[in-house]
């Protein structure tokens, strides 16, 4: 169960349902459970836990319950953990204070921090929160960079949320230009209530190309009527995400209003009306009234010509445009008589070019006609699978046929949910509700670059509109901009020191810069703690060029006749060598063959090396010998296979060779009724020595690698190693005199015929002739 996602849904009415006339309202409570997940001391995105949670429309309140869990006994002190909380897409985190890349925009999410010492929880409630999709982080402290062996008990902890809804299935819709009468009363309990305050929760919709939107509550009175006209409401408009907050405003005297400008397009928002009278029933009327400025002339495709334009533009199999064409909106009269401002509206083509990669094309070519009369706006909707990259806007003039006067710029607004129907010198670029980003280009600086990492999942507005000083452009009318929109899997693909890995999270994909060679950042462009050239020149060379060491030992090897071993010991320097080439964090790097078949050489060479150097000090007969040599490594390349990383792929061949090596000479020490071996200059100034060198190896290996001196201890093993081998290796066997190999270096070996049988002196092996 706690493998799967749970999600539950659990029904509790709170109020019977009335009729629409009684204004009461019907809430249902909803539970959203995900599974424990392992927690990771943060080094980059990838160690940040995600996790996704959706809220439906009308909910009134939602609370997180977070909750951490040790998954051991022993004592590891106190460690806090940091969540986030982000509505629309992941959250933008930077708890190492990193620079970030140039022109890249993000805005902070709210963080909280859970101290952990066996087991802990805590709540987070949000009231009227935002409908969509919620995103959950959390991470252990930043990472000390230790190395820890994998397969050692270590310090764990466990991160679950969990989140429970309080939703409303029949909430009163204000229609427009409708007054409708509304009741906060204490005895009603389908009311929504914080505290000792009574909230009353309606909703409206904004239609698309909505330029303002008011909402008026009026006729207010309580119940006793001592406080007729000043009855302490607040009336909000739009929901929590956070990061923005609804518009409020206080109601005194007779009534008050609320307006927006530039509201939220196609889409529901929430009005609230709280009373401030505790215990009191309190009467008011409220209305709304929405103001359309601008309506496209025609929207959908008309002639096949516009399908094969479209067509035409697109190189991606997988392409749709917003509209059909060029078209210039119909000015709308408000009701004072005047006509608002229009816009130039251009169809858009969406390609889906790859995982977390997509090009936004306008049909009409690449340059876009921007006037000072009306703003061109171009409509980008990015879906919930395209939040986890990020959005780049590169905004370019063109010069080549007209020439913009030093006193004249392009500004762009790009924004959600809603555009910027008007732009001039003195507005700033934002909605109603959301806030956008400003770009400016002009003679003396043709190009302007936004970026912005995990954007909302919602529709993006692009506003161009041509601004001259003194309200006078000259000649120049028109220009030509060339907008180039794209969502791409990271900033600038992580620049030279870095790489741009897909993360996922059950089924959400979202991609992370992993840094490398001490650069560090979202983009990996911070080089306060970056290593030089020589540092990283110096950690190649010593990883690599102390598995020169190994050579003694497969000298020493060979001297004694032992050619398989010394195989051995060759592949795994061989392997070693250009392993640690091609692992190196910087530029610095040289690969020979894919790294993963490196990796996997190299393991498995040194775990072969171990296990072939024991059984040989065993002393057992060579046909039992060599079977146990192949049946092992056969063994540990599936072990490798399996988990290269594993604590056991090293354990279980040592411990298994270890048991040979000492049933071995415990049956020669009975045998012979003396300690075996015999020597005591075989203990004091090779076994002994060799062991010691093994142990040291061992610990440094374990205990002491970090990230900042693996290049020193991981070299150093090297060396450990290879002396151990040469410490540790057998004498040759006196009673191979008769072997090819025992007559000195004879390379010519001929042996003795007799009859159809090929003789040898010792009786381990048989040739035969037929």
Excluded at 292 to 318: A, F, Q
Excluded at 425 to 445: E, K
Excluded at 522 to 541: E, I, K, N
């Amino acid at each position: 169960m706690g493998y799967c996602l749970l999600r539950g849904v659990l029904f509790v009415a709170l109020a019977a349902w009335t009729s629409a006339d009684d204004g009461t309202v019907t809430f249902v409570s909803e539970l959203s459970s995900k599974p424990a997940q392992k927690l990771s001391k943060y080094g980059w995105y990838g160690n940040v836990r995600l996790q996704k949670f959706h809220i439906p429309e009308e909910t009134a309140v939602a609370r997180w319950l977070f909750s951490v869990t040790k998954g051991h006994t022993f004592h590891c002190g106190q460690h806090n953990v940091t969540i986030y909380i982000q509505y629309g897409a992941p959250p933008v985190i930077n708890p190492t204070e990193t620079v970030f890349p140039n022109a890249t925009l993000w805005s902070p999410c709210l963080s909280l921090i859970l101290p952990v010492t066996s087991q802990s929880s805590m709540t987070f409630n949000l009231s009227n929160p935002a409908p969509g999709d919620w995103y959950i982080g959390a991470h252990l402290p930043e990472d000390d960079g230790r190395i820890e062996q994998k397969g050692f008990p270590s310090c764990s902890y466990f991160f679950q949320p969990q989140l429970s809804i309080r939703r409303a299935v029949d909430t009163p819709i204000l229609q427009p230009d409708t007054i409708i009468q509304q009741t906060a009363a204490p005895d009603r309990p389908a009311r929504l209530k914080t505290g000792s305050h009574i909230c009353v929760c309606l909703r409206l919709y904004v239609p698309e190309f909505a330029s303002s939107l008011s909402v008026s509550v009026a006729d207010c009175s309580s119940e006793d009527g001592a406080d007729s006209g000043n009855c302490s409401l607040v009336l909000r408009l739009g929901s929590t995400s956070l990061q923005h907050r609804p518009v409020t405003v206080n109601c005194s005297g007779f009534g008050c209003s609320a307006s927006l400008t530039n509201p939220p397009w196609d889409t529901w928002l929430r009005v609230v009306v709280e009373s401030r009278l505790d215990n009191r029933t309190v009467t008011f009327t409220i209305a709304s009234n929405c103001t359309v400025g601008c309506k496209p002339k025609s929207v959908g495709l008309e002639t096949d010509d516009d399908i094969s334009r479209l067509r035409g533009n697109s190189s991606s199999t997988d392409s749709t445009a917003a509209s059909n064409d060029s078209v210039i909106a119909d000015p709308v009269t408000s009701s004072n008589g005047s006509a608002s401002a229009c816009v130039w509206s251009i169809p858009v083509i969406h390609e889906e070019v790859d995982v977390l990669s997509l090009r936004f094309t306008p049909a009409s070519g690449a340059n876009v006609s921007v006037t000072d009369a009306h703003p061109t706006l171009l409509v980008y909707p990015l879906y919930t699978q395209a939040t986890g990259g990020t959005l780049n806007l590169q905004l370019t003039l063109n010069t080549t046929n007209v020439t913009l006067g030093n006193s004249s710029s392009v500004v762009a607004c790009l924004s959600p949910r809603a555009p910027v129907l008007q732009l001039n010198h003195s507005q700033s670029c934002g909605t109603a509700l959301f806030g956008g980003y400003s770009l400016r280009v002009n003679a003396s600086d043709p190009k302007a670059v936004v970026r912005l990492p995990f954007p909302q999942s919602t529709t993006w507005y692009l506003t161009l509109q041509l601004l001259c000083y003194s309200n006078d452009c000259g000649n120049t009318s028109s220009v030509s901009v060339v907008p180039e929109v794209f969502i791409s899997a990271c900033v600038e693909d992580c620049g030279t020191y870095g790489e741009c890995r897909l993360l996922r999270s059950y089924s959400y994909l979202y991609a992370a810069c992993v840094c490398k060679a001490g650069w560090s950042g979202w983009g990996c462009t911070d080089d306060s703690a970056a290593q030089s050239y020589s540092r990283q020149l110096t950690a190649t060379l010593l990883l690599t060029l102390s598995n020169l060491s190994f050579l003694p030992a497969i000298v020493v090897a060979i001297k004694r006749f032992y050619i398989t071993e010394a195989a051995v010991y060759l592949f795994t320097m061989f392997f070693s060598t250009f392993y640690h080439a091609c692992d190196q964090p910087g530029v610095a790097v040289m690969c020979i063959m894919d790294y993963d078949a490196l990796q996997y050489c190299d393991f498995l060479g040194s775990v072969c090396s171990i296990w072939v150097t024991i059984l040989c000090m065993a002393r057992i007969r060579h046909a039992f010998k060599y079977s146990l040599f192949m049946l092992g490594a056969l063994l540990i390349a599936m072990s490798m296979q399996l988990d290269r990383k594993g604590l056991w792929n090293l354990l279980g061949p040592v411990l298994c060779a270890v048991l040979c090596m000492v049933t071995a000479w415990v049956y020669r020490g009975v045998q012979r009724r003396h300690c075996y071996p015999p020597s005591w200059r075989r203990w004091v100034l090779f076994l002994i020595p060799g062991a010691t060198c093994a142990l040291v190896g061992v610990c440094l290996y374990i205990f002491t690698e970090t990230e900042d001196n693996y290049y020193y201890t991981h070299s150093l093993w090297h060396l450990l190693v290879a002396s151990c081998v040469v410490f540790l290796l057998p004498p040759k066997e006196k009673n191979r005199e008769a072997s090819g190999w025992s007559r000195g270096w004879s390379w010519s070996w001929r042996p003795r015929v007799c009859g159809y049988t090929l003789c040898q002196s010792d009786k381990d092996e048989l040739y035969t002739v037929t």
